[in-house]
Nanobody, 124 residues
Framework: QVQLVESGGGLVQAGDSLRLSCAAS??????MGWFRQAPGKEREFVAY????????HYADSAKGRFTISRDTPKNTVLLRMNSLKPEDTAVYYC???????????????????WGQGTQVTVSS
């Protein structure tokens, strides 16, 4: 049974940092991603990392502020978020690409498994 369990969300002030974690279990994946969904908006891509190569890809909104990384022995993907802004407020979801394809996955449809989400709130 595949499980993706996120943690690390919370309430912070603008300019602060947070680190989100996603613990994956149940099978191996090609890549992992982070998405977010703000109230009244569609779920959007944030960052991607390949399990095998460590290759990363970011949404423009995340470049320069967010860093995605993986801890392979622990089967955990991390998202370090610096210089947080109120517009970063959202539920953040971890997702896993089990397609078997070597690709940069940035669309919702590229992912087969999703975590339950963790709330990040940034106050001004």
């Amino acid at each position: 049974q595949v499980q993706l369990v996120e943690s690390g969300g919370g309430l912070v002030q603008a300019g602060d940092s947070l680190r989100l974690s996603c613990a994956a279990s149940g099978r191996t994946f090609n890549g992992m991603g982070w998405f977010r969904q703000a109230p009244g908006k569609e779920r959007e891509f944030v960052a991607y990392i390949s399990w095998s190569s460590g290759r990363t890809h970011y949404a423009d909104s995340a470049k320069g502020r967010f860093t995605i990384s993986r801890d392979t022995p622990k089967n955990t993907v991390l998202l370090r978020m610096n210089s947080l802004k109120p517009e970063d407020t959202a539920v953040y979801y971890c997702a896993a690409d089990g397609s078997g394809r070597d690709r940069i996955a940035f669309r919702r449809g590229d992912y087969d498994y999703w975590g339950q989400g963790t709330q990040v709130t940034v106050s001004s």
